[in-house]
């Protein structure tokens, strides 16, 4: 069965860290770009970050560029995205997705995780 | 405030067609760049509904179909189901940006 379950996710205050990990089971990791997306509670979906194939490109949005890291390793068919400097407005589940290529929507979608920055 | 406009809430009786638009820019949609929309019900993860020039995955049902010109796409349900109560997403790429979008969502309800 094609699976991601994310992990990692929980309470944390704010200025702090944490890491959320993505496992893929039942396809080739190798094969897709992945990504980070963000629903806030009562909100919509917010697009975080993207990581092609091989890892060698990431991009990320502007409200999260240069405290969030978007990392992989296919030979775990792992995906981890590292959290730093967090805020009350990057409260909300993280869900990991796949995708194909810009044609290819995003097909798989993991249950998510929940984060919650709070004092 | 997201670069794709959508509109928040959208109804019909069933049985009607409902068309949901998604508004982007020369940058994004008006580029040329795939359109894809996703469903999402209440307490679980989005779902992809239709990829691009109306690729529907498996089990998706063929009420849903999708358009696009210009700088707009729309998602239209033909013969709207209470099933199909949900919220609905567009998502695309902004080259100029270089970032992935989605629409701020639109909630679907059955009169």
């Known amino acids: 069965e094609v699976q991601l379950v994310e992990s990692g996710g929980t309470l944390v205050q704010p200025g702090g860290s944490l890491r959320l990990s993505c496992a893929a089971s039942?396809?080739?990791?190798?094969?897709?770009?992945m990504h980070w997306v963000r629903q806030a509670p009562g909100k919509g979906l917010v697009w975080i970050s993207r990581?092609?194939?091989?890892?060698?490109?990431?991009i990320y949005a502007d409200s999260v560029k240069g405290r969030l890291t978007i990392s992989r390793d296919n030979a775990r068919n792992m995906m981890w995205l590292q959290m730093d400097s967090l805020r009350a407005e990057d409260t909300g589940i993280y869900y990991c997705?796949?995708?194909?290529?810009?044609?290819?929507?995003?097909?798989?979608w993991g249950q998510g995780t929940t984060v919650t920055v709070t004092s | 405030q997201s670069v794709l406009t959508q509109p928040p809430s959208v109804s019909g009786a069933p049985g009607q067609r409902v068309t949901i638009s998604c508004t982007g820019s020369?940058?994004?949609?008006?580029?040329?760049?795939?359109v894809h929309w996703y469903q999402q019900f209440p307490g679980t993860a989005p779902k992809l509904l239709i990829s691009?020039?109306?690729n529907r995955p498996s089990g998706v049902p063929d009420r849903f179909s999708v358009s696009k010109s210009g700088t707009s796409a729309s998602l239209a349900i033909t013969g709207l189901q209470v099933e199909d109560e949900a919220d609905y997403y567009c998502?695309?790429?902004?080259?100029?940006?270089?970032?992935?979008?989605f629409g701020g969502g639109t909630k679907v309800t059955a009169l």
């Open positions: 998502q695309s790429y902004d080259t100029r940006l270089n970032v992935l979008l």
């Open positions: 691009g020039n109306n």
């Open positions: 990581i092609n194939s091989d890892g060698s490109d990431r």
């Open positions: 039942g396809f080739a990791l190798s094969n897709y770009w």
């Open positions: 020369s940058s994004n949609i008006g580029a040329g760049y795939d």
């Open positions: 997705t796949r995708k194909a290529g810009h044609a290819s929507g995003m097909d798989v």
